[in-house]
Nanobody
């Protein structure tokens, strides 16, 4: 079965940047109809969709990250990226990737992003 592994998180000061990566164990990104999403969950909050990208490259973003985050994909590498610029403390969360809008039943461990003021 397909497994998704997130990486690239870390501790960064406000205004800094990180690039998250999500790599699949199978070549599902080569299927055009497969859309992917980046999600995040902060302590005490529900998981929310941050950004999505269709198999054809169409993107959408959470209002609060528009202009700061960029989602992209490399289907040949079975990888989706989230470039995060101008990070704010409120971006602190565990970030997950999954299929969108209907994700896999099992979520991965995610990658922790911590932004200090």
């Amino acid at each position: 079965q397909v497994q998704l592994v997130e990486s690239g998180g870390g501790l960064v000061q406000a205004g800094g940047s990180l690039r998250l990566s999500c790599t699949a164990s199978a070549s599902i990104f080569r299927i055009r109809i497969v859309a992917m999403g980046w999600y995040r969950q902060a302590p005490g909050k529900q998981r929310e969709l941050v950004a999505s990208i269709s198999g054809n490259g169409n993107t959408d973003y959470l209002d609060s990250v528009k202009g700061r985050f960029t989602i992209s994909r490399d289907n040949a590498k079975n990888t989706v990226y989230l470039q995060m610029n101008s990070l704010k403390p409120e971006d602190t969360a565990i970030y997950y990737c999954n299929l969108y809008p209907r994700g896999l039943d099992s979520w991965g461990q995610g990658t922790q992003v911590t932004v200090s003021s």
